[in-house]
Protein backbone atom coordinates (compact mmCIF):
# COMPACT_ATOMS: atom_id res chain seq x y z
CA UNK A 1 0.00 0.00 0.00
CA UNK A 2 1.22 3.76 -0.75
CA UNK A 3 2.65 5.73 2.43
CA UNK A 4 1.10 8.87 2.96
CA UNK A 5 2.96 11.31 4.71
CA UNK A 6 1.43 14.42 6.19
CA UNK A 7 4.00 16.97 6.50
CA UNK A 8 3.31 18.75 10.43
CA UNK A 9 6.27 21.33 9.57
CA UNK A 10 5.30 24.34 12.25
CA UNK A 11 6.06 26.81 9.11
CA UNK A 12 3.53 24.51 6.69
CA UNK A 13 0.84 24.74 9.84
CA UNK A 14 1.61 28.52 10.00
CA UNK A 15 1.06 28.78 6.09
CA UNK A 16 -2.15 26.86 5.85
CA UNK A 17 -4.17 29.11 8.32
CA UNK A 18 -2.99 31.94 6.31
CA UNK A 19 -4.75 30.07 2.92
CA UNK A 20 -7.73 28.83 5.03
CA UNK A 21 -8.76 31.78 6.56
CA UNK A 22 -11.74 33.40 4.32
CA UNK A 23 -9.93 37.05 4.56
CA UNK A 24 -6.78 36.19 2.82
CA UNK A 25 -7.09 37.65 -1.04
CA UNK A 26 -6.56 36.10 -3.95
CA UNK A 27 -2.33 37.70 -4.38
CA UNK A 28 -1.36 36.66 -0.83
CA UNK A 29 -3.55 33.06 -1.15
CA UNK A 30 -1.44 32.17 -4.57
CA UNK A 31 2.12 33.81 -2.39
CA UNK A 32 1.50 31.38 0.31
CA UNK A 33 0.20 28.34 -2.13
CA UNK A 34 3.46 28.69 -3.64
CA UNK A 35 5.75 28.46 -0.42
CA UNK A 36 3.70 25.54 0.80
CA UNK A 37 4.37 23.98 -2.46
CA UNK A 38 8.16 24.93 -2.07
CA UNK A 39 8.40 23.44 1.54
CA UNK A 40 6.36 20.09 0.55
CA UNK A 41 9.16 20.02 -2.75
CA UNK A 42 11.89 19.13 -0.02
CA UNK A 43 10.19 16.04 1.65
CA UNK A 44 8.78 14.75 -1.84
CA UNK A 45 12.00 14.50 -3.34
CA UNK A 46 13.92 13.01 0.24
CA UNK A 47 14.45 9.37 -1.24
CA UNK A 48 15.95 10.71 -4.70
CA UNK A 49 18.97 8.62 -5.47
CA UNK A 50 22.96 10.61 -5.19
CA UNK A 51 25.89 9.65 -7.05
CA UNK A 52 29.24 10.80 -5.76
CA UNK A 53 31.05 12.93 -7.95
CA UNK A 54 34.77 14.95 -7.69
CA UNK A 55 35.07 18.55 -7.05
CA UNK A 56 37.35 21.39 -6.35
CA UNK A 57 36.57 23.28 -3.59
CA UNK A 58 39.48 26.34 -2.82
CA UNK A 59 40.63 24.37 -0.59
CA UNK A 60 40.94 20.84 -2.12
CA UNK A 61 39.92 18.28 -3.86
CA UNK A 62 36.86 16.37 -2.58
CA UNK A 63 34.03 13.66 -3.10
CA UNK A 64 30.79 15.14 -2.84
CA UNK A 65 27.43 13.99 -3.71
CA UNK A 66 24.66 14.94 -6.59
CA UNK A 67 21.32 14.30 -7.04
CA UNK A 68 22.15 10.86 -9.76
CA UNK A 69 20.33 11.84 -13.09
CA UNK A 70 16.55 11.96 -11.99
CA UNK A 71 13.96 13.12 -14.19
CA UNK A 72 11.32 14.62 -13.16
CA UNK A 73 7.80 15.98 -14.23
CA UNK A 74 5.61 18.02 -12.54
CA UNK A 75 2.03 17.31 -13.75
CA UNK A 76 -0.44 20.17 -12.18
CA UNK A 77 -4.36 18.86 -12.23
CA UNK A 78 -6.48 21.89 -14.04
CA UNK A 79 -7.03 24.51 -12.92
CA UNK A 80 -6.24 24.64 -9.94
CA UNK A 81 -2.60 22.38 -9.70
CA UNK A 82 -1.24 25.42 -11.52
CA UNK A 83 -1.28 27.00 -8.29
CA UNK A 84 1.77 24.60 -6.80
CA UNK A 85 3.59 24.02 -10.08
CA UNK A 86 5.70 27.63 -9.46
CA UNK A 87 6.85 25.91 -5.85
CA UNK A 88 7.89 22.63 -6.80
CA UNK A 89 9.85 24.34 -10.14
CA UNK A 90 11.70 26.86 -7.10
CA UNK A 91 13.41 23.86 -6.04
CA UNK A 92 13.32 21.41 -9.47
CA UNK A 93 13.89 23.78 -12.33
CA UNK A 94 14.92 21.40 -14.78
CA UNK A 95 11.50 19.42 -14.52
CA UNK A 96 9.62 19.30 -17.13
CA UNK A 97 6.00 19.94 -16.91
CA UNK A 98 2.50 17.97 -18.11
CA UNK A 99 -1.16 18.66 -17.41
CA UNK A 100 -4.36 17.05 -17.22
CA UNK A 101 -7.79 18.61 -17.64
CA UNK A 102 -10.41 17.42 -16.72
CA UNK A 103 -14.21 17.53 -16.04
CA UNK A 104 -17.51 15.36 -14.43
CA UNK A 105 -19.50 14.61 -16.67
CA UNK A 106 -23.21 15.73 -15.12
CA UNK A 107 -25.03 12.62 -16.47
CA UNK A 108 -22.97 9.61 -15.54
CA UNK A 109 -20.83 12.11 -12.84
CA UNK A 110 -17.40 10.06 -13.96
CA UNK A 111 -14.27 12.18 -14.97
CA UNK A 112 -13.64 12.67 -18.51
CA UNK A 113 -10.31 13.83 -20.06
CA UNK A 114 -10.75 16.83 -21.76
CA UNK A 115 -6.95 17.50 -22.19
CA UNK A 116 -3.45 15.34 -21.24
CA UNK A 117 0.03 16.65 -22.54
CA UNK A 118 2.91 14.53 -20.76
CA UNK A 119 6.46 15.24 -21.44
CA UNK A 120 8.03 12.92 -24.90
CA UNK A 121 9.71 10.53 -22.36
CA UNK A 122 7.13 10.42 -19.77
CA UNK A 123 8.14 7.13 -18.61
CA UNK A 124 11.78 7.71 -17.51
CA UNK A 125 10.21 10.51 -15.22
CA UNK A 126 9.48 10.28 -11.72
CA UNK A 127 6.07 12.21 -12.09
CA UNK A 128 4.76 14.50 -9.11
CA UNK A 129 1.09 15.06 -9.81
CA UNK A 130 -0.05 18.01 -7.72
CA UNK A 131 -3.62 19.68 -6.88
CA UNK A 132 -4.02 21.46 -3.54
CA UNK A 133 -7.49 19.56 -2.02
CA UNK A 134 -7.62 15.76 -2.40
CA UNK A 135 -11.51 15.44 -1.23
CA UNK A 136 -13.31 12.29 -2.92
CA UNK A 137 -10.13 11.35 -4.71
CA UNK A 138 -12.09 11.33 -8.30
CA UNK A 139 -10.07 13.76 -9.97
CA UNK A 140 -6.69 12.42 -8.69
CA UNK A 141 -7.66 8.79 -9.18
CA UNK A 142 -9.11 9.88 -12.82
CA UNK A 143 -5.81 12.28 -13.74
CA UNK A 144 -2.78 10.09 -12.30
CA UNK A 145 -4.59 7.12 -15.07
CA UNK A 146 -4.81 8.88 -17.57
CA UNK A 147 -1.16 9.46 -17.09
CA UNK A 148 -0.68 6.03 -16.59
CA UNK A 149 -2.03 5.31 -19.22
CA UNK A 150 0.60 7.61 -21.44
CA UNK A 151 3.36 5.28 -19.99
CA UNK A 152 4.79 6.61 -16.35
CA UNK A 153 5.60 4.14 -14.12
CA UNK A 154 6.32 6.36 -10.94
CA UNK A 155 4.23 8.69 -10.03
CA UNK A 156 3.49 10.63 -6.61
CA UNK A 157 0.71 12.74 -5.55
CA UNK A 158 1.02 15.91 -3.32
CA UNK A 159 -1.68 17.97 -2.06
CA UNK A 160 -2.31 21.28 0.29
CA UNK A 161 -5.29 19.58 2.33
CA UNK A 162 -6.92 16.01 2.08
CA UNK A 163 -9.21 14.70 4.40
CA UNK A 164 -9.61 10.20 5.28
CA UNK A 165 -12.34 9.67 2.86
CA UNK A 166 -10.06 10.89 -0.21
CA UNK A 167 -6.87 9.82 0.92
CA UNK A 168 -8.60 6.25 1.22
CA UNK A 169 -10.01 5.98 -2.12
CA UNK A 170 -6.53 7.41 -3.94
CA UNK A 171 -4.88 4.53 -2.11
CA UNK A 172 -7.47 1.75 -3.02
CA UNK A 173 -7.24 3.19 -7.03
CA UNK A 174 -3.73 3.73 -6.95
CA UNK A 175 -1.68 1.21 -4.40
CA UNK A 176 1.60 2.17 -6.08
CA UNK A 177 1.26 6.20 -5.38
CA UNK A 178 2.77 7.50 -2.13
CA UNK A 179 0.70 10.87 -1.15
CA UNK A 180 2.24 13.72 0.11
CA UNK A 181 -0.05 16.29 1.86
CA UNK A 182 0.65 19.58 3.85
CA UNK A 183 -2.81 18.71 6.18
CA UNK A 184 -5.04 15.79 6.63
CA UNK A 185 -8.25 17.31 7.48
CA UNK A 186 -11.17 15.76 9.52
CA UNK A 187 -13.76 15.21 6.90
CA UNK A 188 -15.82 15.48 4.16
CA UNK A 189 -19.44 17.28 4.37
CA UNK A 190 -22.79 16.66 2.71
CA UNK A 191 -22.00 18.63 -0.46
CA UNK A 192 -18.04 17.24 -0.89
CA UNK A 193 -16.04 19.31 0.51
CA UNK A 194 -13.59 19.38 3.26
CA UNK A 195 -14.08 20.80 6.88
CA UNK A 196 -12.79 22.85 7.92
CA UNK A 197 -11.31 23.25 4.63
CA UNK A 198 -10.31 26.20 2.76
CA UNK A 199 -12.92 26.53 -0.08
CA UNK A 200 -12.62 26.15 -3.85
CA UNK A 201 -8.80 26.08 -4.24
CA UNK A 202 -9.01 27.54 -8.07
CA UNK A 203 -11.88 29.90 -7.40
CA UNK A 204 -8.99 31.66 -4.37
CA UNK A 205 -6.13 31.34 -6.49
CA UNK A 206 -7.58 32.57 -9.50
CA UNK A 207 -10.28 35.56 -7.87
CA UNK A 208 -13.10 33.27 -9.56
CA UNK A 209 -16.81 32.54 -8.31
Known amino acids: MAKVIEMNHPLIQHKVTILRDKNTGTKEFREVATEIATLMAYEVTRDFPLEEVEIETPICKTKSKVIAGKKVGIVPILRAGLGMVDGFMNLIPSAKIGHVGLYRDPETLQPVEYYCKMPTDVEQREIIVVDPMLATGGSAI ?37 IYVAVIDEKLNDHAYIIPGLGDAGDRLFGTK
Open 142 to 178: AAIQFIKDRGAKQIKFACLISCPEGIKALQEAHPDVD
